[in-house]
């Protein structure tokens, strides 16, 4: 009896975190400008974490038919979350440097 009260959370916590990896989350990092990486494929509601590596301010915007997102700006050092809910092929840009470019291929 005693065990199996404490059994109940324990399972209950597991199947959470295993949720928590089923959606995926892979890091994409600015530096010098641009993104570590130009294309990534990821599946669908998985999310990119926007890491900036500079030490001036970025930000993340996506513009395309049925998916857009527009972060505030990014200073250095924090990170944005973008979660993708659709499958596509999205570009992920920077409104501050207009060369920034990721290709998000989501399926
Ligand atoms: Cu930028």
Known sequence: ?????????AVLLIAGSL???????????QQGRKFSV???HISRGDT???KNEDKFVHQIYVELPGF?????EQPPGENID???????LF???CHIHP?????????
Do not use: C, N, W
């Open 82 to 88: 973008v979660t993708f809910p659709k499958s596509g």
């Open 19 to 29: 949720t928590a990896i089923a959606a995926g989350m892979t890091t994409v990092t």
């Open 99 to 107: 060369k920034m470019l990721l290709r998000v291929d989501v399926h």
């Open 48 to 50: 990119v974490r926007f």
């Open 91 to 93: 570009e992920v840009r």
């Open 68 to 72: 857009t997102y527009e972060s505030d």
């Open 38 to 40: 130009s294309d990534r």
């Open 1 to 9: 009896m005693q065990v199996r009260r404490f059994l109940l959370p």
